[in-house]
């Protein structure tokens, strides 16, 4: 599985950004998804997740009711709407693929496969 994120920027406090994530080498709907971050000097974290048909989903404290994650996988795309950004929002997103869990809940962990990152800034 090989994961491609892009649309990250430098966008003020306040503003939206949406990023994609596209995924090739298995259709994404035998995937669950998810977005991580990690800000410098942090640890990764896992800011949102999507079981493999969008019916479940998890979003972290930091980012309820602002951010949401969805999925085409008719087009085999995941996607963060970020909204009402924070200056603590900047950070490294990854989008990152795993089996789905068998209870078809959204996973927060144990996820294998990574891709390479899209830089979010978000000014003051």
């Known amino acids: 599985v090989q994961l491609q994120a892009s649309g990250g920027g430098l966008v003020q406090a306040g503003g939206s950004l949406r990023l994609s994530c596209a995924v090739s080498?298995?259709?994404?709907?035998?995937?669950?998804m998810g977005w991580f971050r990690q800000a410098p000097g942090k640890e990764r974290e896992i800011v949102a997740s999507?079981?493999?048909?969008?019916?479940?989903?998890y979003y972290a404290d930091s980012v309820k009711g602002r951010f949401t994650i969805s999925r085409d996988n008719a087009k085999n795309m995941v996607y963060l709407q970020m909204n009402s950004l924070k200056s603590e929002d900047t950070a490294i997103y990854y989008c990152?693929?795993?089996?789905?869990?068998?209870?078809?809940?959204?996973?927060?962990?144990?996820?294998?496969?990574w891709g390479q990152g899209t830089q979010v800034t978000v000014s003051s």
């Open positions: 990152a693929a795993r089996l789905p869990i068998v209870t078809g809940l959204a996973p927060t962990s144990d996820f294998q496969y």
């Open positions: 080498g298995r259709p994404s709907s035998m995937s669950a």
């Open positions: 999507i079981s493999r048909a969008g019916q479940r989903k």
